[in-house]
């Protein structure tokens, strides 16, 4: 059961409310309003708008009441929802262009997202067509056929309550009694009224004249009120799939960790043990990542730069594991639509302070001279770019006037979520972190930087960044598989505890490869390490734009100009959370493992 969600119970002749939400494709990431269409519905004074949080109005889910009248375990048949709709002009064709690109219409019941397409007894999809595109007999002509009748079948579970024994304190079932419970919302639309002995329904010509009908049906079902998710949970039919193919992953990245430490741990042993008998000697020559001891912690160029990335990193890395975390207390369910999106939302905003302390401690270190400069860039620079993107995007759905896109009033919500509190919190962190000594190092810089000896060809930055970032995307491909596929074709995604699961792999791949690359680095006494200790898991996040257009290329069909610029620049704003994620942790890695080895040899 869901945590803080009680059961809605009903009695015979109850009203069941039938909420419509928006239409949706796989095929195109703009949503519609269903109201929006030329449908049936109340008078604008009569709609209810249920109360939707932020991640609900980002997300284009627009929960309002309908004109459909559903009294529970009162059957309906063929009854007709309000008066012939007339259909003309530019809601004419927007209805043909809709159900030529395959869109899905999403309604709800007590909190049920509806399920419809029936494929076999277990599995199902969400939502069901608005329409169909189909060709006449013996020709290529092409008809859109419109869905304007559906069949309604509501499942139901008697309700028990729970008495306990007031001796006992044993629970006991309370003889049945007319109460009950909804566990699953379905629909099998079809056109005209051919369950009603009409004929289908096609949009031709200049007017169409539309009636929607409706029928009701209930039957009870086994499963009881608390496991009725589970009846969406495994909608997709690819359960199996799914565990074989993490636990597969999982093995193959604990697998090569595991190569990388014991590597890494037996060539760093036997350095230690070869420095430790050159300090017996006299006059022997140092070499290796000894020899650049005196400019290792030397500061990089752009170094504020770098520490509003790696503040920007910190922020997304705090927001990700309280999400997860919560998410697999059960805290952020599918029933609860939009939760996720909220939380993430509302946490990095919240995390702003993480991102102040961090980069101010960072830019401290380096010896910056403009703090408050730093501070603001770090509180602007990072989410204004992802805001921008958003904002950008959002002038083609306000021009598609798609439910997706940002009302004014979501808008000025979110800039004052950021100016009001992520903005004041980033410099109350960056305040915190400059009250504190700077971080020391062991040994000295000198004041001339050693020169840099010629590199190998695979030492080069650009190959060794492309080859490390192959391991940490490596260790969330598949899970990004799955991902993608909630958010583009509008499955449910609920295995938190794999997903966390997988984070932690990619920490300590993140790590691993980093710490090696650095090593390596140092060894061919290369002491611009900084930049590359962020860039090189960094780059997986290039490998994941890739991915990215490979399932744009295999596993979608979408078509035109602003469905293919929305994929993409979505895609683009999650990229961009993954490179500072994964570089920030690269860095903390290098950073710890480059004090370490350089305070044991016991530098002055």
């Known amino acids: 059961m869901i945590p803080g969600l009680t059961p809605t119970v009903y009695k015979k002749g109850d009203k069941v409310p039938l909420f419509v939400n928006k239409v949706t494709s796989v095929h195109s990431p703009i949503p519609y309003g269903y109201h929006d269409l030329p449908v049936c519905k109340p008078a604008e004074d009569q709609i209810i708008h249920q109360s939707e949080t932020l991640g609900e109005i980002i997300t284009g889910n627009r929960i309002e009441s309908s004109s459909y009248e559903i009294n529970f375990l009162e059957p309906q048949n063929c009854k007709t929802v309000c008066a012939p709709v007339t259909v003309t002009g530019e809601d004419l064709e927007k209805m043909k262009d809709l159900i030529k690109n395959d869109y899905y219409v999403q309604w709800q019941v007590d909190g049920l997202p509806v399920a419809g397409k029936k494929q076999n007894d277990e599995v199902y999809d969400t939502g069901f067509p608005l329409g169909a595109v189909v060709l006449k007999q013996g020709t290529e002509e092409v008809y859109y056929q419109l869905n304007?009748?559906?069949?309604?079948?509501?499942?139901?579970?008697?309700?028990?309550?729970?008495?306990?024994?007031?001796?006992?304190?044993?629970?006991?079932?309370?003889?049945?009694?007319?109460?009950?419970?909804?566990?699953?919302?379905?629909?099998?639309?079809?056109?005209?009224?051919?369950?009603?002995?009409?004929?289908?329904?096609?949009?031709?010509?200049?007017?169409?004249?539309?009636t929607y009908t409706y029928s009701v049906e209930f039957k009870q079902d086994a499963i009881s009120w608390a496991n009725r998710w589970h009846h969406y949970l495994s909608l997709q039919g690819e359960g199996q799939i799914h565990w074989f193919s993490i636990i597969n992953s999982l093995m193959i990245v604990f697998f090569l960790s595991g190569m990388v430490a014991m590597i890494m741990a037996r060539t760093v042993r036997r350095d230690f043990i070869k420095y430790t008998e050159e300090e017996n000697?006299?006059?022997?020559?140092?070499?290796?990542?000894?020899?650049?001891?005196?400019?290792?912690?030397?500061?990089?160029?752009?170094?504020?730069?770098?520490?509003?990335?790696?503040?920007?990193?910190?922020?997304?890395?705090?927001m990700c594991v309280v999400t997860m975390v919560f998410a697999v207390l059960g805290f952020l369910s599918p029933s609860n639509q939009g939760s996720i999106v909220t939380a993430v939302l509302v946490l990095y905003v919240w995390m702003g302070v993480a991102a102040g302390y961090s980069s101010s401690r960072i830019y401290l270190m380096f010896e910056g001279e403009h703090r408050n400069r730093n501070t603001f860039i770090t509180a602007i620079f990072f989410p204004g770019s992802v805001f921008g993107i958003a904002f950008f995007l959002n002038f083609f759905l306000w021009y598609k006037h798609s439910s997706g896109a940002f009302p004014l009033?979501?808008?000025?919500?979110?800039?004052?979520?950021?100016?009001?509190?992520?903005?004041?919190?980033?410099?109350?962190?960056?305040?915190?972190?400059?009250?504190?000594?700077?971080?020391?190092?062991?040994?000295?810089?000198?004041?001339?930087?050693?020169?840099?000896?010629?590199?190998?060809?695979?030492?080069?930055?650009?190959?060794?960044?492309?080859?490390?970032?192959?391991?940490?995307?490596?260790?969330?491909?598949?899970?990004l598989f799955f991902i993608l596929t909630s958010i583009w074709l509008h499955r449910y995604y609920f295995l938190f505890g794999f997903l966390f699961l997988v984070f932690l792999i990619l920490v300590i791949t993140c790590a691993e490869i980093s710490v090696v690359m650095c090593y390596f680095q140092l060894c061919a006494e290369d002491w611009h390490w900084w930049w590359r200790s962020f860039l090189t898991p960094g780059a997986?996040?290039?490998?994941?734009?890739?991915?990215?257009?490979?399932?744009?290329?295999?596993?979608?069909?979408?078509?035109?100009?602003?469905?293919?610029?929305?994929?993409?620049?979505?895609?683009?704003?999650?990229?961009?959370?993954?490179?500072?994620?994964?570089?920030?942790?690269?860095?903390?890695?290098?950073?710890?493992?480059?004090k370490k080895i350089y305070a044991a040899i016991h530098q002055d």
């Not at 306990?164 to 379905?186: H, K, M, R, W």
């Not at 190998?456 to 490596?474: D, N, Q, R, S, V």
């Not at 979408?558 to 993954?578: A, K, Q, R, W």
């Open 281 to 318: 000697e006299t006059e022997v020559d140092e070499t290796g990542w000894k020899l650049v001891n005196s400019d290792v912690f030397r500061p990089p160029g752009g170094k504020g730069f770098f520490a509003v990335l790696v503040g920007s990193g910190v922020q997304v890395f705090f």
């Open 148 to 210: 304007n009748h559906v069949k309604i079948s509501i499942s139901y579970n008697p309700h028990v309550r729970n008495i306990q024994n007031p001796e006992t304190g044993e629970p006991i079932a309370s003889p049945d009694s007319p109460e009950y419970n909804i566990v699953l919302f379905e629909v099998t639309p079809s056109s005209g009224t051919v369950d009603c002995g009409g004929q289908p329904l096609y949009l031709t010509g200049d007017k169409v004249e539309v």
């Open 540 to 594: 997986s996040g290039f490998y994941m734009f890739l991915y990215a257009i490979f399932y744009y290329a295999t596993r979608l069909e979408v078509d035109g100009f602003v469905p293919s610029l929305l994929y993409f620049g979505y895609s683009l704003i999650l990229c961009m959370f993954f490179f500072v994620l994964t570089g920030t942790i690269g860095f903390y890695s290098c950073y710890w493992f480059v």
């Open 409 to 479: 009033t979501t808008m000025i919500a979110i800039i004052a979520l950021w100016f009001c509190i992520s903005v004041p919190l980033c410099f109350l962190g960056s305040r915190l972190a400059y009250r504190k000594d700077p971080p020391k190092h062991p040994g000295s810089v000198n004041h001339i930087p050693r020169q840099i000896p010629a590199q190998k060809w695979y030492m080069h930055p650009i190959a060794t960044t492309l080859m490390g970032g192959i391991l940490p995307f490596g260790a969330v491909f598949i899970e």
